[in-house]
């Protein structure tokens, strides 16, 4: 195995409100993006990705960049399913196809294969080497979007213990209710009287977090390097790096670099990077039928199957002060959406406005808005990010 590439396939490519900015592979699942992942298991740096044609300009921190349809896979790659989540304590020898839950994973290339046999795709990674059979690897599938939500709190409940493996953790003084584990990487900050309840599940808090007073921790959680957790009960959630939580948090992800900063409850929701929620912003998370939960997607109207959703907001998203989202809201990417009105079910991607009809946000001006509020955190708006969100504005989807 010399060089590991991911490949989104056609069902990856149909995860909302994200794949319009983002491969799969830079989904964040349990505590880990996919990425770091299959890394961890194969020894291997990630050369690239093979998504849709407009996230060719894709470019994110250390991520690497999409591969181009004339390339060649070079033999001897690995190539991997991005909507495989596979164990954190696995390490891979040497493989020629990994089969999970009787699936192909990923493939070790024989021979060079044009990008482009996987540009809309359909492939299936087990066709590339059906006669030798396979090797199993413990891992789950995202079959839908969702599926990122629905099963957290197990993935979380693995990840913890075998994340904390690697890391100097400080001898625990704080208050500690349930029989499980908590673990506070050096380097974190914990303030006085602060709650551990790790009756349900692990809590990992990582190095350059801070965790304000009289904060009430729920297990299984995981708490991203330079994230702040300001105060009230945050459960069963896994923030990235570099995120602010204030007010009630449960069930959720944040890709990391994302504001909630203010009061207001959010439950089983996913934050892409750079969203940032208005104070109050408060999302429904069960229907007052207590059935099954219905949501947008780029085929129509999905039941979910889950009787617990909250809402999906895409990479840039923004509320404004006291936003109320209903059950199973999809915010598109780069929406902007204020006035303290209720916004449907769906919000296209780049909407703008306090009511329907939207208007568009301007391109020009989203940029702007965009490389602000990265600045604020020390990243720089990149030539090719900016070409990239372009790309997503033009070919933005309706509802």
Request: net charge positive; glycine share 12%.
């Amino acid at each position: 195995m010399r060089r590991l590439y991911f490949y989104d396939d056609s069902r990856a490519r149909q995860f909302e409100p994200f794949a319009l900015t983002r491969p799969c592979s830079e989904m964040r699942a349990g505590t880990s993006l996919v990425r770091r992942r299959w890394e961890s298991a194969t020894g291997l740096k990630s050369q690239g990705f093979i998504g849709a044609p407009h996230l060719a300009h894709f470019e994110e921190g250390d991520a690497p960049a999409a591969v181009a349809e004339n390339a060649e896979i070079p033999a001897g790659s690995v190539v991997v399913n991005s909507r495989c989540i596979i164990s954190l304590d696995i390490k891979l020898e040497p493989f020629d196809l990994l089969m999970c839950d009787g699936l192909a994973c990923a493939v070790r290339l024989a021979r060079s294969v044009p990008a482009s046999n996987f540009a809309d795709g359909s492939l299936d990674l087990g066709t590339i080497q059906t006669s030798l059979g396979g090797r199993r690897v413990t891992g789950r599938w995202m079959g839908d979007v969702w599926d990122f939500i629905a099963t957290l709190g197990e993935q979380l409940a693995e990840d913890i213990p075998r994340r904390a493996k690697s890391l100097i953790v400080a001898p625990p003084a704080f208050t500690v209710y349930g029989k499980g584990e908590v673990f506070v990487e050096e380097g974190a900050e914990i303030g006085p009287n602060v709650v551990f309840d790790v009756s349900s599940g692990p809590i990992l808090v990582r190095q350059g977090a801070v965790v304000s007073p009289f904060t009430h921790l729920v297990g299984p959680l995981y708490v991203g390097s330079g994230t702040q957790i300001l105060g009230d009960r945050v459960a069963a959630s896994s923030i990235g790096d570099v995120c602010k939580v204030r007010g009630e948090l449960s069930n959720s992800v944040f890709v990391g670099h994302a504001n909630k900063g203010h009061a207001g409850f959010v439950g089983h929701s996913y934050l892409g990077r750079w969203v940032n929620l208005g104070a109050l912003t408060t999302t429904s998370n069960l229907k007052n039928t207590y059935g099954s939960v219905q949501m947008w997607t780029p085929a129509g109207m999905r039941n979910t199957g889950q009787q617990f959703l909250g809402t999906l907001f895409g990479d840039h998203a923004k509320t404004g002060i006291g936003t109320m989202l209903s059950t199973g809201t999809v915010l598109g990417a780069g929406a902007n959406v204020f006035g303290g009105t209720m916004p449907p079910r769906a919000v296209p991607p780049f909407a703008w406005g306090d009511s329907e009809p939207y208007d568009t946000f301007d391109l020009t001006r989203f940029l702007e808005v965009a490389e602000r509020a990265m600045a604020r955190r020390q990243v720089k708006l990149g030539k090719k990010a900016r070409q990239q969100l372009a790309e997503a504005h033009r070919g933005r989807w309706s509802v």
